[in-house]
Nanobody, 120 residues
């Protein structure tokens, strides 16, 4: 069974930093694109950042210059370094990954989310 588990969400003051992690588990043969999404209360889920297996990144305009996505392919893990946090960054952050796993083929997977709360 393939799983994605996020960690690192917390309560932080505006201007502070957090580092989110998302680790994939299972008999994994490879992971293509990975990314972070977020969903604030009463709003739709939106893309935050993505990264390809080769390291090409893409960011939402709202987080450019503040957030950095990275990955460790040997650990099947993706990270999101979040700096200069703003109250509007408050949301549940979800990890997504395109995973090729033993017995499952190539499929998209989602984590259950980790809550980030930024106070003003």
């Amino acid at each position: 069974q393939v799983q994605l588990v996020e960690s690192g969400g917390d309560l932080v003051q505006a201007g502070g930093s957090l580092r989110l992690s998302c680790a994939a588990s299972g008999v994994i043969l490879g992971i293509n694109d990975m990314g972070w999404f977020r969903q604030a209360p009463g709003k739709q889920r939106e893309l935050v950042a993505t990264i390809t297996r080769g390291g090409t990144t893409n960011y939402a305009d709202s987080v450019k210059g503040r957030f950095t996505i990275s990955r460790d392919n040997a650990k099947n893990t993706v990270y999101l370094q979040m700096n200069s946090l703003k109250p509007e960054d408050t949301a549940v952050y979800y990890c997504k990954a395109d995973i090729y796993a033993m017995g499952y083929g190539l499929k998209d997977y989602w984590g259950k989310g980790t809550l980030v709360t930024v106070s003003s």
